[in-house]
């Protein structure tokens, strides 16, 4: 249980180019979802936290106006890097935890590996 | 900073022998956890242990939390190849809205 998909794994394209992250809770409704960048060989940097039906929550020095966060439904969240340029190049990787519970783990996808031209 | 330390960063080792990681953190926690990433890859759950709770055990791993020195470390046993991966400590903050600190990370390559 408790699988969370991520897609898509892996995006090549041009500059200046709008991309969107899919992050899905499979068979569990996730109230929260969090959104991490991470760089080679470096650690997680939680980019924003991502709640069903309200705005999202970002972290210091995250703009809001370049990664849009949308979380329409309790299973599903989207990440868009806007006009994504080289330097947003890295791997994007989500989480989700189930409603109402804590000192619950974070079940985390795939991760999407973004590379911009 | 956002991040705790691990240490060490990198640890090789032969198949069969036991591998410690230890991680340190710098406010009160909720809990710390225990994840793995295996290369480009997302994260897998290993272990939560809760702030009140001193030692916790699943199968091969031992994790061990002492607050009163904001430090944890995680014991692999009889290592396999296949535990190669990197090991991510990240902790939750009290009060802090179930997000997680994520430590630098250990690189652990277990050689056959």
């Known amino acids: 249980g408790a699988v969370v998909s991520q897609h898509p794994s892996r995006v090549i394209c041009k500059s200046g180019t709008s991309v969107k992250i899919e992050c899905r809770s499979l068979?569990?409704?996730?109230?929260?979802m969090f959104w991490y960048r991470q760089f080679p060989k470096q650690s997680l940097m939680l980019m924003a936290t991502?709640?069903?039906?309200?705005?999202?929550?970002?972290e210091q020095g995250v703009e809001k106006d370049k990664f849009l966060i949308n979380h329409a439904s309790l299973t599903l969240s989207t990440l868009t890097v806007t006009s994504a340029h080289p330097e947003d190049s890295s791997f994007y990787i989500c989480?989700?935890?189930?409603?109402?519970?804590?000192?619950?783990?974070?079940?985390f996808g795939d991760g999407t590996r973004l590379s911009i031209l | 900073s956002q991040q705790g330390e691990e240490d060490p960063q990198a640890l090789s080792i032969q198949e069969g022998e036991n591998a410690t990681m230890n991680c340190s953190y710098k406010?009160?926690?909720?809990?710390l956890q225990w994840y793995r990433q295996n290369s480009g890859r997302g994260l897998v759950h290993l272990i939560l242990?809760?702030?009140?709770?001193r030692e916790k055990h699943s199968g091969r791993l031992r994790v061990t939390l002492d607050t009163s020195k904001k430090s944890s470390s995680l014991l692999i046993t009889a290592s396999r190849a296949a535990d190669t991966a990197s090991y991510f400590c990240?902790?939750?903050?009290?009060?802090?809205?179930?997000?997680?600190?994520f430590g630098a990370g250990t690189r652990l390559a277990v050689h056959p």
């Open positions: 989480s989700a935890l189930g409603s109402g519970i804590s000192n619950q783990p974070q079940h």
């Open positions: 990240a902790t939750e903050r009290s009060g802090g809205y179930n997000k997680l600190i």
């Open positions: 406010t009160s926690i909720n809990n």
């Open positions: 068979d569990f409704q996730a109230t929260t």
């Open positions: 242990i809760r702030s009140n709770e």
């Open positions: 991502s709640n069903e039906g309200s705005k999202a929550t970002y």
